[in-house]
């Protein structure tokens, strides 16, 4: 009995292709111009390098696997050839990640020259050790979006160098020493760190510190909770009053 066909079924399936990569071959014509003598081959297609065997997409991987992925040079390297087929050596990896950063520099500039703008900005710092020596990894945040900041030192001189000389925005930060010389509107301590410091405090043998931070805890309470309050929309900025001082001199 023939079989009668009565609807179908469709499914999706994620395949890699047989050949991750092509190798393609550009033939292009030399002109000349008769009346200057100046001469010069087409343009290569856009994700081309003149004298480079590279294309910008591998380029693109190759900086992902490293700044993304955080994989070793002799990684990216093995990935690259093991994977995709391509010989690679540690030269040609090396400027396939110098065309990576150059390419998003002008983006890059312009989201650094963006939040040195008023507003509100987060910032940090941690230690990155490059070839054995020291280095620092600053970051500002912003809700629109993030700038990382490769320094060689913790000083305050990255901090402007980050920000800007002239500041006029809000900084929100640890309690790092480097932060107090920068120029800003107002300036925001890191809740947590504070709160350990006040966790630290309140078992400290000395009684005054005990004190001290049973007076501060409340304020930090009453701070994150109005601030979930207001995010949640039970709060209204411009109706909320303080109830009084919550820290007190006798």
Same mark, same amino acid.
């Given at each position: 009995?023939?079989?009668?066909?009565?609807?179908?079924?469709?499914?999706?399936?994620?395949?890699?292709?047989?050949?991750?990569?092509?190798?393609?071959?550009?033939?292009?014509?030399?002109?000349?111009?008769?009346?200057?003598?100046?001469?010069?081959?087409?343009?290569?297609?856009?994700?081309?390098?003149?004298?480079?065997?590279?294309?910008?997409?591998?380029? %693109?991987?190759?900086? &992902?696997?490293? /700044? #993304?992925?955080?994989?070793?040079?002799? *990684? =990216?390297?093995?990935?690259?050839?093991?994977?995709?087929?391509?010989?690679?050596?540690?030269?040609?990896?090396?400027?396939?990640?110098?065309?990576?950063?150059?390419?998003?520099?002008?983006?890059?500039?312009?989201?650094?020259?963006?939040?040195?703008?008023?507003?509100?900005?987060?910032?940090?710092?941690?230690?990155?050790?490059?070839?054995?020596?020291?280095?620092?990894?600053?970051?500002?945040?912003?809700?629109?979006?993030?700038?990382?900041?490769?320094?060689?030192?913790?000083?305050?001189?990255?901090?402007?160098?980050?920000?800007?000389?002239?500041?006029?925005?809000?900084? %929100?930060?640890?309690? &790092?020493?480097? /932060? #107090?010389?920068?120029?800003?509107?107002? *300036? =925001?301590?890191?809740?947590?760190?504070?709160?350990?410091?006040?966790?630290?405090?309140?078992?400290?043998?000395?009684?005054?510190?005990?004190?001290?931070?049973?007076?501060?805890?409340?304020?930090?309470?009453?701070?994150?909770?109005?601030?979930?309050?207001?995010?949640?929309?039970?709060?209204?900025?411009?109706?909320?009053?303080?109830?009084?001082?919550?820290?007190?001199?006798?």
């Amino acid at each position: 009995m023939e079989r009668q066909l009565q609807g179908t079924k469709r499914q999706q399936v994620a395949e890699l292709v047989p050949d991750l990569v092509e190798v393609w071959e550009y033939e292009r014509p030399l002109y000349r111009c008769p009346a200057c003598r100046w001469q010069g081959y087409q343009d290569l297609p856009l994700g081309c390098r003149e004298g480079f065997s590279y294309g910008g997409r591998l380029s %693109s991987v190759v900086g &992902w696997l490293g /700044y #993304g992925g955080t994989l070793s040079w002799s *990684k =990216q390297r093995y990935v690259v050839e093991s994977i995709f087929g391509i010989p690679m050596s540690q030269g040609s990896l090396a400027k396939l990640h110098q065309w990576f950063c150059e390419a998003l520099q002008p983006a890059y500039e312009q989201w650094w020259s963006w939040i040195q703008q008023p507003g509100v900005r987060c910032v940090d710092e941690t230690s990155y050790r490059l070839n054995g020596v020291n280095h620092w990894i600053w970051i500002a945040t912003a809700p629109e979006c993030c700038v990382l900041f490769f320094a060689p030192t913790r000083s305050s001189a990255e901090v402007k160098t980050l920000l800007g000389e002239d500041f006029s925005g809000v900084l %929100s930060s640890d309690c &790092w020493s480097a /932060y #107090g010389p920068q120029s800003a509107v107002a *300036k =925001q301590k890191c809740w947590a760190h504070l709160e350990g410091e006040l966790k630290a405090l309140a078992t400290s043998r000395f009684s005054e510190n005990r004190e001290f931070a049973h007076r501060v805890f409340p304020i930090i309470h009453t701070a994150r909770q109005a601030h979930r309050d207001y995010h949640q929309g039970r709060l209204v900025g411009l109706n909320f009053k303080p109830s009084g001082p919550l820290l007190k001199q006798n």
